[in-house]
Structure formats: structure tokens, C-alpha cells
């Protein structure tokens, strides 16, 4: 993470503000912001690109404790947030007994991410589809394969791809079918 606190986000070493008490925190100074936005940014794309592989989070090893701690999307997403807004780390209570196959180490994800856009490929841009195209089922945005037929997306979102780069639907789907994948209705 950008944080540099030993493989945790800003924040999330149990430290309290002055005094212990909540609300006596100062607002978070200039550098620390940056970082806790650096963070939610990093989130999003870790989960742009790992979600729809069944992925429900991220782990991060606590320095402190010396026990991995797994945070669901929303949960981090909300915990970072509420950073910004208040400059106190919010509280969580952690899953019970978690698949750690579940959940994708931080540092693993945001090296993943930051290959990804070192290729040029931005893993927020991914090209989402509303219905399949072979048997017109509404499709969350985030689904790899059409819940009712099974068939992979991956191929629907290559030929739009391809098509909004330029190349003639036609010479698309010929290159498709010579590749030895099923047409795209």
C-alpha cells in the first residue's frame, strides 16, 4: 500500500487519536489524505479486476498482531471513507473463520493492478455488458459468465473491444470464428 505502515492503510494500526477518544482526532493533514485516496483508488481497481472472480476481498498481515486481517470490499471501502471524513479509523468486526482463498493479499493485488496499467490496460475500464448475447439474460456488470446458459463473457467483451478500437464487426467476427470461438449473436 502507499502508506508505508507495514502493509497496512492509513489507519488501520489501532492507533486512536489524542486521548483515546473518539471525535478528538485533527482532521487528516494533507499527506495523510493523499494516501488513504491513494488507497480507495487502489481498491477499486484490485476490485474492478478480482471480484468477479469470486474474490470477496483483501487480506492485509497486521505488523501489530502478527495476524492477517480480511476486509471485505464494502467494509474497507467504508473504513477508508470514513477516514477522509472523520481522520479516524473505523472500527470492523472481522469475518468469522475466513476461506482464506477468498481474499487476495494487498501487496499481490496492487502489484497485479499497477502491471496491468504499466501494459496500458486500465482495470476500471472494463467493458460491461447488460444482457449475454446468446440468450439475452440481464448481466451485472461484474459477471465472467451468463448465469443462464453458462457461456463465458470474455469473448463478447473482446468483440467489443475490438469494435470500438475500429475494426469492422465483420472482420471481427471472421477473426473470432477462425480462432475457433462460437459467433457472437
Known amino acids: 500500500m502507499s502508506t508505508g505502515r507495514d502493509d497496512l492503510p492509513e489507519g488501520f494500526g489501532g492507533?486512536?487519536?489524542?486521548?483515546?477518544?473518539?471525535?478528538?482526532?485533527?482532521?487528516?493533514?494533507?499527506?495523510?489524505?493523499?494516501s488513504v485516496e491513494d488507497d480507495l483508488h487502489d481498491l477499486a481497481?484490485?476490485?474492478a479486476v478480482f471480484e468477479s472472480d469470486g474474490v470477496k476481498g483483501v487480506v492485509i498481515a497486521c505488523s501489530e498482531c502478527g495476524s492477517n486481517h480480511y476486509y471485505g470490499w464494502d467494509m474497507l471501502q467504508e473504513s477508508l471513507q470514513h477516514m477522509l471524513e472523520t481522520g479516524e479509523?473505523?472500527?470492523?468486526?472481522p469475518p468469522y473463520?475466513?476461506?482464506?482463498?477468498?481474499?487476495?493479499?494487498w501487496d499481490y493485488a496492487k502489484g497485479y493492478v499497477d502491471a496491468l496499467a504499466?501494459?496500458?490496460?486500465?482495470p476500471e475500464s472494463r467493458i460491461d455488458l447488460s444482457m449475454c448475447p446468446w440468450c439475452a439474460t440481464a448481466l451485472d456488470p461484474n459477471f465472467s459468465y451468463?448465469?443462464?446458459c453458462g457461456r463465458s463473457l470474455a469473448i463478447a467483451r473482446?468483440?467489443?473491444?475490438l469494435v470500438e478500437r475500429g475494426m469492422s464487426e465483420r472482420t471481427v467476427?471472421?477473426?473470432?470464428v477462425r480462432a475457433g470461438f462460437e459467433p457472437v449473436t
Open 158 to 161: 473482446l468483440y467489443l473491444e
Open 45 to 47: 481497481g484490485m476490485r
Open 146 to 148: 451468463c448465469p443462464s
Open 173 to 176: 467476427r471472421e477473426l473470432l
Open 97 to 105: 473463520a475466513p476461506n482464506e482463498e477468498d481474499y487476495v493479499v
Open 89 to 93: 479509523p473505523r472500527m470492523h468486526e
Open 118 to 122: 504499466d501494459a496500458g490496460l486500465d
Open 15 to 34: 492507533d486512536e487519536g489524542e486521548g483515546g477518544e473518539e471525535g478528538e482526532r485533527e482532521p487528516l493533514a494533507a499527506e495523510e489524505r493523499e
